[in-house]
């Protein structure tokens, strides 16, 4: 499966928006640390843990991920969504 998912950053930070159903399927809920953040559609996965728990996931099913980089020059909105609480 091949995937283009939005990675958003910003001067000092990064998450991958990833739909809550993938993160389902990969059996990774619980595992996601209160770094990362969600909304109703949308866990955002920070680069330093939970990106790599999500790639090293979906690599081992066989999923091809690219990233469409979102960047802003200020704090990203995604800092303002709910932490994420399985």
């Given at each position: 499966?091949?995937?283009?998912?939005?990675?958003?950053?910003?001067?000092?930070?990064?998450?991958?928006?990833?739909?809550?159903n993938?993160?389902?399927d990969?059996?990774?809920?619980?595992?996601?640390?209160?770094?990362?953040?969600?909304?109703?559609?949308?866990?955002?996965?920070?680069?330093?843990?939970?990106?790599?728990l999500?790639?090293?996931?979906?690599k081992?099913?066989?999923w091809?991920?690219?990233?469409?980089?979102?960047?802003?020059?200020?704090?990203?909105?995604?800092?303002?969504?709910?932490?994420?609480?399985?």
């Amino acid at each position: 499966m091949k995937l283009n998912l939005n990675f958003y950053c910003d001067p000092s930070h990064g998450w991958l928006g990833v739909p809550h159903n993938l993160v389902q399927d990969l059996g990774i809920s619980s595992d996601i640390s209160n770094y990362s953040y969600r909304d109703e559609n949308f866990a955002y996965l920070e680069e330093d843990c939970d990106l790599s728990l999500f790639m090293d996931k979906a690599k081992a099913k066989g999923w091809n991920i690219a990233f469409i980089e979102k960047h802003t020059n200020n704090d990203s909105p995604i800092r303002n969504k709910l932490r994420y609480k399985c």
